[in-house]
C-alpha cells in the first residue's frame, strides 16, 4: 500500500509517480480519501453489477418480503383474502425459478442461491406437498381388522340437477362405515340462497344398516352406534353478532348457524368422536368485485369463518376422545386459520401416497379445500382423493383409521 504525503509549502515536490509520493493536491483544495482494495471494490460492484444482477436482486428481495407480509397477515383479514387464492404451489415455484436463475446474478449468485433456497424452504411449508409419499419416507402401517372406512364428500347442493339415483350409487359404492356429506340443501338460483331439504327418511331406507343424523346442511351417516352429537354453534363467537348472523330474510338460520356436525361413535367399547366440517367460503365470484355488497360480504365471511373455527377449536380442547375432523375447510395449506388448526393434528395425508393431494375443483384439481385430520388414539391407513364424476366440483376424500390404545 502506497503512503499518502502532504508535501510542506515550499518543499521540493518529486515527479508524479515516484514511489512514496503523490501527485499534487487537486485544486479544489481537499484531500484524496483513503481507500482500500475491499471498499473499493465493493463500490465498484454496485455501481457495475450487470443489468440482470441488480434485477435478480431485486425480485429475490421482494419475494422474501412479500412472504413475510404474507405470513403476518393471512387468515386475519377480510382484505387479504384475494391475495391467499391463488393455488399453493405458486410458492415453491417462484423461490424454484429464482433459484434458477441465480447463476446469472454474477458476482453475487452465491448469495442469492442461498437467499432463494431460504424462500424455497418457506415456501415448501405452504405449497401443501405431502412429504410422506416420497420413498422411504412414509411408514403407514395395514389397515388392522376393525379399521373404519369414512368417506367425505362436499356434495355440492346435494343432487339437484343430477340423477338421483346416480347420485345414491355414488355414495353406496364408495363401502362406507362413516359418510361425513355437506351441502345437504338445495339452491335457489333466483333468491341466491339456501333451501331447506330434508333425505334423512330417504337415506334411512337406502342405506338400512346405517344410524343418520343433520343439522342445517351438514349429514352424517354411520354404522356404528352413535352414543351423541350435536351441532357446534358458531354464533356466540361471533365479533360482530347483529351484523353477521343469519343474513336478513331467510328462515333457514341453522344453515349459517352450525357448519360442524359432532357426532360420538362407539366403537367397541371406545368412543370416536367424528367431526363433519364445512366452513363458509370467503367471498362470492358471482358478485360485482367493485360493488359495496361483495365487500361487505367478505367482512361478514370473515367474521363467520373465524366464529366456526373458533368453537371447533373451543370443543376440540374439551374433548377427551380419539377425534376425526373431515370435510370442506375452504381453505389451502397457506392459509392462517388451517395452518394454526392443522398445526394441531395430523393431517391423514401420511396415509396417500400423493405427493400433492388436491381436490378442487374436481375436474381439475389445483386446490385442496377438503381435509381430514385425527387427533389422539387415532391413526391414518389409506388416505385418497375420489372422484366426483360431475356430480359435485368437490372431488370426495376416503380415509381409513383405527382406533389405537392410548400412550
Known sequence: MSVLLDPAPGAARTAPGAPGVTADRPATGRAPQPTTPTTAGRRWDRKRWPRRTRLLVT??????????????????????????????????????????????????RWRLAAAALCCLAIGLDLAGLNPHALPGVGGVTPAPPGALRVFSWNTEYWHDGHDPQ?????????????????????????????????????????????HVVA????????????????????????????????????????????????????????????????????????????????????????????????????????????RLLAGDFNATSAMGELRDLAARLTDAAVASDRLHPVSWPDRSPKWRLDWAFTDGPVRSHEYRMVP??????????????SLVEPR
Request: charged share 20%; net charge negative; glycine share 6%.
Open 166 to 210: 346416480r347420485f345414491y350409487d355414488h355414495l353406496a359404492a364408495q363401502r362406507a362405515d362413516v359418510y361425513l356429506l355437506q351441502e345437504h340443501v338445495g339452491w335457489d338460483l333466483a333468491g341466491h340462497r339456501p333451501i331447506r331439504v330434508d333425505h334423512v327418511a330417504e337415506l334411512r331406507a337406502r342405506f338400512p344398516e346405517h
Open 59 to 108: 425480485l429475490v428481495a421482494a419475494w422474501a418480503v412479500f412472504l413475510g407480509v404474507f405470513l403476518l397477515l393471512t387468515g386475519e383479514h377480510w382484505w387479504w383474502r384475494l391475495v391467499e387464492l391463488p393455488p399453493p404451489l405458486f410458492f415453491a415455484a417462484v423461490p424454484m425459478l429464482l433459484l434458477a436463475l441465480a447463476p446469472l446474478a454474477r458476482p453475487v
Open 388 to 401: 366426483a364424476y360431475g356430480m359435485s366440483d368437490h372431488s370426495g376424500q376416503q380415509v381409513v383409521v
Open 215 to 322: 343439522t342445517g346442511e351438514l349429514l352424517t351417516m354411520s354404522r356404528y352406534p352413535i352414543a351423541a352429537w350435536r351441532g357446534l354453534d358458531g354464533w356466540p363467537h361471533l365479533a360482530d353478532p347483529a351484523r353477521h348472523g343469519t343474513p336478513a330474510g331467510s328462515d333457514f338460520s341453522d344453515y349459517y348457524r352450525y357448519k360442524v356436525l359432532r357426532t360420538d361413535l362407539t366403537v367397541g367399547d371406545r368412543v370416536l368422536s367424528v367431526y363433519n366440517v364445512h366452513v363458509p367460503v370467503q367471498l362470492d365470484i358471482s358478485m360485482d368485485p367493485t360493488s359495496a355488497e361483495f365487500t361487505e360480504f367478505m367482512r361478514a365471511q370473515q367474521d363467520r369463518r373465524q366464529a366456526h373455527y373458533r368453537a371447533l377449536r373451543a370443543d376440540l380442547a374439551a374433548n377427551p376422545y380419539g
